[in-house]
């Protein structure tokens, strides 16, 4: 999935640096607090652990990640890392330089707010299907900001740095929105990634059935009968569990399978467009590169310079 940068704090003043590997800038609130890291020389296997629950953001340059035993991963702006409390990570920092630092963030959230917030989404807004609850999945733990999610880290990230009385309010409300928002992530990760599957759940159904018929003309109305539910209730419940409308997760769904095909040298833009489900090449192209950044030409090109090299 393409990913949105998040808002870039100034960096620390050179005179009131403490050090080079990981300087800390703390921002301390009721139920969260907000760290700030930098480093200005390359280091290896820098150690660091929070008693909390902790959502971490790349904002500048690039790490390399090892958690859970698992093998290095390289870490950039964009994309977000969820660490369980009292996990043990190590990082590396291969270009980090006085120029070229990198800084991140790193928002230790309290476990209590975690639970409260948790109880309250499956007390009033109870998800569809056997065994289904609002929660955190410490498997799904490395995903892109959708422009969603990056907005409400914005958000909180101003309120945390902010000097008003009101700041832990606000955040609070925030934090709720931060755990919903990282919910309907992990939720359609997993989906594209093709490892949620519940019969019970009438979503799983939809988007078999969305996967399935690309190519046809496929409505809200035809969505929600399938589902067996009210246009309106459908609607509510696709949004609540992703995060995006029915109608804009098939749009995603067509550039994905377009993507795919791109993965041809030799075919045609004109085909990728039709075998995707587009009716228009014109408004395929105006929506990828929308989603992507780039046109599917462009696209096309760099899969087949990356398959060379």
Not at 78 to 104: L, R, Y
Not at 191 to 196: A, F, K, T
Request: glycine share 4%; proline share 4%; with cysteine.
């Amino acid at each position: 999935m393409p990913k949105t940068l998040l808002h870039t704090p100034a960096l620390t003043h050179e005179k009131s640096l403490k050090t080079l590997v990981e300087n800390r800038t703390v921002y301390s609130l009721n139920n969260c607090e907000l760290n700030l890291f930098e480093t200005y020389e390359a280091s290896q296997l820098v150690p660091l652990k929070f008693n909390d629950l902790v959502v971490t953001s790349m904002l500048r340059g690039k790490k390399v990640m090892h958690l859970f035993d698992q093998p290095g991963f390289d870490y950039l702006p964009g994309e977000t890392v969820v660490i369980p409390s009292n996990v043990g990570m190590k990082i590396d920092f291969p270009e980090a330089t006085i120029n070229n630092p990198t800084q991140c963030l790193a928002l230790a959230i309290d476990q209590t707010k975690i639970t409260e917030t948790l109880h309250f989404l499956n007390e009033r807004y109870p998800k569809e299907g056997s065994a289904q609850f609002w929660q955190l999945n410490y498997q799904n733990y490395f995903f892109y900001n959708n422009v969603e999610l990056a907005t409400t880290i914005n958000k909180l990230v101003k309120e945390c740095m902010s000097t008003s009385i009101t700041k832990d309010v606000l955040a609070d409300l925030t934090l709720q929105e931060l755990l919903i928002r990282i919910i309907q992530t992990q939720t359609a990760k997993a989906i594209e990634e093709g490892s949620i599957k519940d019969s019970n759940n009438p979503i799983s159904e939809v988007i078999e059935f969305i996967r399935l018929n690309l190519r046809e003309n496929i409505t809200l109305k035809r969505l929600s009968e399938k589902s067996c539910m009210s246009t309106t209730s459908f609607y509510r419940l696709f949004k609540r569990e992703l995060g995006m409308s029915p109608i804009d997760f098939v749009l995603h769904e067509k550039i994905r399978a377009a993507k795919k095909l791109l993965t041809n040298p030799t075919i045609q833009i004109n085909e990728v467009c039709y075998l995707s489900g587009f009716e228009d090449a014109n408004y395929f192209t105006r929506l990828f590169k929308k989603q992507e950044g780039i046109t599917p030409k462009q696209y096309q090109l760099l899969q087949g310079n990356r398959i060379i090299q």
